[in-house]
């Protein structure tokens, strides 16, 4: 009996060991597909908001997992925002504080380290800047903005190619032949499937043009918003429907059609942009592109000379839509596509499926098109998340949430350690019910790119779920106050209002925390603004218009200023 109680004590030791060792073992990495569109509104997805156009297979990623509705970008331009979402810094930090400059490449971005980790990294569509991204074992992206129509692309293997069709297409094409063909089993991936749409000029693919070029939408409550209760800032953008989008290359009225009406572009290189992107069809598309746009050149000429200044904005904002929403129909059939994929093949299980746009858009709202702006329709930007397993189902979060967020979401998720110079919180807590471990409830916002094309003036901003604080600064030195949820659709600045005394002081306060929290100040602002400044006074890159206009007095001035 004595030996046999002396043995069990052992038994029950080695059980528990090897029980702990279990328990012990690491979870499975996951995958990541990170899918991103260019200039996709939140108001272009149903899962927000169906009064546009439906987007079922985008919504698939909502109803899998949590839409965000307080999603937001740090700096609403293209190339930015993707060097913020690669690098988790802000603009100010990572270099690339506007679409002119090149970007860092000393910066360290979270893809390289996925790489070093063992996980397979791969890159289809658009990147926007760079012709090499770091730590990617296959990529092929667009040159710069890319093209709609049989694009070319930058490869790591194959060189420069140009493939025939549709880009949107194209892209998913590229991204399902890798899952299929290259794709390593054994090994984690993260995968990039970066779209081209809906960027300007907004060419919708052949088998959509029946549709939606005859469709009409709703138009939005501000179309002829005044800018009455705001600023110089808003007062002096050039992103107007009517006075400041291309005849040509955005309305797609022939060249020909506007020098028969005496049309003025509003650009110089409005005809040029017609030509860059409808002048690629090869005979067979572009014999469709006539069949659909030819008509609705021939109504205009015969509408044009009665039509009054209003009747001429209604017509340019359904052009518009028509041919920014026919550009993600088939970025929602092709999100589909991938889904359907994942699903047959088993990968949905460990897969985390992100969908979001590099920022947001305006849609006609404050009469506008384009972004760069602190509103909502520029600085929120849509984000959906699935885990299967992870993330419940159908779920949301109203946290302020921030592009800058994404790479050390993604690294914690793979368990790789983050630099500690990333300056983004991780949404697992979120993304996992555990939301009293977020303590995050203000982001800060700054924007660079002026006097330029648009001629959205320099700004930064605190941005709280109540409140937006916003300084406008070079050119004018003006503040904003806009209370979200009184002023939905923020048409009034209440800075000056004593009612909101204690607020504006109170959110002053922690904007200075924030611009020392995230190391960003006036001399910053100041070395870059100047170095913009050099740059376009060497290059004479100018937009024409009040941009150009602006450049000429500031290089004049700047002439005075040396010879004194």
């Not at 009996?1 to 002396?6: A, E, I, L, T, Y």
């Not at 052992?10 to 899918?35: D, G, H, M, Y």
């Not at 598309?285 to 009054?308: C, G, L, S």
């Not at 106050?481 to 306060?509: C, F, G, M, S, W």
Request: glycine share 6%.
């Amino acid at each position: 009996m004595k030996r046999v109680f002396q043995i069990i004590p052992i038994t029950l030791l080695i059980v528990s060991f090897w029980s702990c060792k279990q328990e012990e073992k690491p979870a499975e990495r996951p995958n990541i597909i990170f899918i991103m569109s260019d200039d996709h509104a939140y108001q272009a997805i149903s899962a927000y908001s169906n009064h546009l156009i439906e987007t079922p297979n985008i919504d698939r990623i909502a109803k899998m997992g949590m839409l965000f509705t307080n999603a937001t970008v740090t700096n609403s331009i293209c190339a930015p925002s993707r060097a913020t979402i690669l690098t988790g810094k802000h603009s100010h930090l990572n270099g690339k504080v506007d679409n002119h400059f090149p970007f860092d490449t000393t910066n360290v971005t979270f893809p390289q380290l996925f790489q070093e980790a063992g996980y397979q990294t791969a890159m289809f569509g658009k990147l926007h800047f760079g012709n090499n991204p770091k730590g990617f074992d296959q990529f092929k992206i667009l040159p710069g903005q890319g093209k709609y129509y049989n694009p070319d692309f930058i490869t790591k293997n194959e060189g420069n190619i140009q493939v025939e069709g549709y880009v949107t297409d194209i892209i998913t094409e590229m991204t399902l032949d890798w899952l299929q063909n290259e794709r390593k089993a054994e090994d984690p991936f993260l995968l990039f499937y970066l779209h081209k749409a809906p960027h300007r000029e907004w060419l919708p693919a052949e088998r959509h043009l029946a549709e939606f070029t005859t469709r009409s939408f709703p138009e939005p409550a501000t179309l002829f918003d005044d800018y009455s209760g705001r600023g110089r800032a808003a007062h002096e953008a050039e992103m107007n429907l009517l006075k400041d989008m291309h005849w040509a290359g955005d309305s797609k009225i022939y060249p020909s059609v506007m020098d028969e009406l005496g049309i003025e572009e509003t650009s110089n290189w409005g005809k040029a942009a017609f030509e860059g992107e409808v002048g690629r069809l090869n005979p067979a598309q572009r014999a469709v592109w006539d069949q659909y746009y030819w008509p609705i050149n021939e109504d205009f000429k015969k509408r044009y000379p009665t039509m009054t200044e209003e009747e001429k904005m209604k017509w340019r904002y359904q052009r518009y839509m028509q041919d920014y929403l026919g550009t993600i129909k088939a970025v929602d059939e092709n999100v589909g596509r991938v889904l359907d994929y994942l699903e047959a093949n088993g990968l949905m299980e460990n897969t985390i499926i992100v969908y979001t746009s590099d920022q947001g858009f305006y849609l006609g709202e404050h009469g506008w098109f384009d972004k760069r702006f602190i509103y909502d329709e520029s600085f929120k930007t849509p984000l959906l998340v699935a885990w299967p397993g992870k993330v419940a189902p159908g779920s949301k979060s109203n946290e302020m949430v921030q592009n800058l967020d994404f790479a050390q979401t993604f690294l914690e998720a793979a368990g790789i350690q983050a630099p500690s110079d990333m300056q983004g919180e991780s949404l697992i807590p979120l993304l996992t019910g555990q939301t009293d471990k977020w303590t995050r409830d203000a982001v800060y916002y700054h924007y660079y790119e002026y006097p330029s094309v648009h001629m959205v003036k320099r700004h930064y901003a605190i941005v709280t779920k109540e409140y937006k604080l916003v300084h406008y600064y070079f050119d004018t030195d003006e503040w904003e106050l806009i209370d979200r949820i009184k002023d939905p659709q923020e048409l009034n600045n209440v800075y000056d209002d004593p009612a909101y005394a204690e607020i504006r002081q109170n959110l002053h306060t922690r904007l200075d925390g924030l611009r020392e929290k995230y190391g960003d100040n006036s001399q910053i602002s100041q070395r870059y603004l100047q170095e913009y400044l050099d740059y376009m006074e060497e290059n004479k890159s100018y937009a024409g218009g009040k941009n150009t206009e602006l450049l000429n007095k500031i290089f004049e001035d700047r002439k005075k200023e040396k010879g004194n």
